[in-house]
Structure formats: C-alpha cells, structure tokens
C-alpha cells in the first residue's frame, strides 16, 4: 500500500528552522523524483523544491537559499530543511512525487509568526 507520512511541522517566530520529513511507503524510492509542495486555505498547492532520484536539486524563487531538500534512499525519506523562515511560509507542507501521482499525505502544518 502506497503512503506518505509528512511530519516536523510546528509553530515557529519569523527567523526560526523547521525540518520536515516524509516517509515513503509501498513505491521504490529510489527510483523517483520527490518534491515538497505547499497549500494555503484558497490557494492551490505549489511546488517548493523537488530532488530527482539522482540528487539533483531545484527550488521555487521565494525559497532559494533558505530551504534545503535531501533524501536518504535507505530510509526511503525526503527531507526539507527550512530556514531563516518568514511568516510568508505559513502553510501545510506535502510530500509527493514529481510529477505528483500518488495519493497526497495528511501534510504538517507550518506556522510561522511574525
């Protein structure tokens, strides 16, 4: 059964760090592209940054530079290490495939105050 289980979500002031992780359940990780996408109430999701299966790195402009996206294929996790963060990031973060084809995680919640 396919899973992805978002967490390291919280409350945080302007300037802080967060770590998210995503556990992968039920594909063969290694063999994917993964991205962090992000979703505000009205607002569709949008990509954050994406790894490719070989490690390749991209990132939407308002985040270049302060968040990091990594995976461990032995522990088939993606990560999206946040820094410097702005309330601008406030939103509930998801991991998926890119393109994104499996069914979406429960996502966490980021806040971040000013």
């Given at each position: ?52 299966n ?27 290490q ?33």
């Open positions: 059964q396919v899973e992805l289980v978002e967490s390291g979500g919280g409350l945080v002031q302007s300037g802080e760090s967060l770590r998210l992780s995503c556990s992968t359940f039920g594909i063969i990780f290694r063999l994917y592209s993964m991205a962090w996408y992000r979703q505000t109430p009205g607002n569709q999701r949008e990509l954050v940054a994406q790894i490719s070989e490690g390749s790195t991209h990132y939407h402009d308002s985040v270049k530079g302060r968040f990091g996206i990594s995976r461990d294929n032995a522990k088939n996790t993606v990560y999206l946040m820094d410097n963060l702005k309330p601008a990031d406030t939103a509930v973060y998801y991991c998926n495939t890119l393109p994104s084809n499996l069914a979406w995680g429960q996502g966490t919640q980021v806040v971040v105050s000013s």
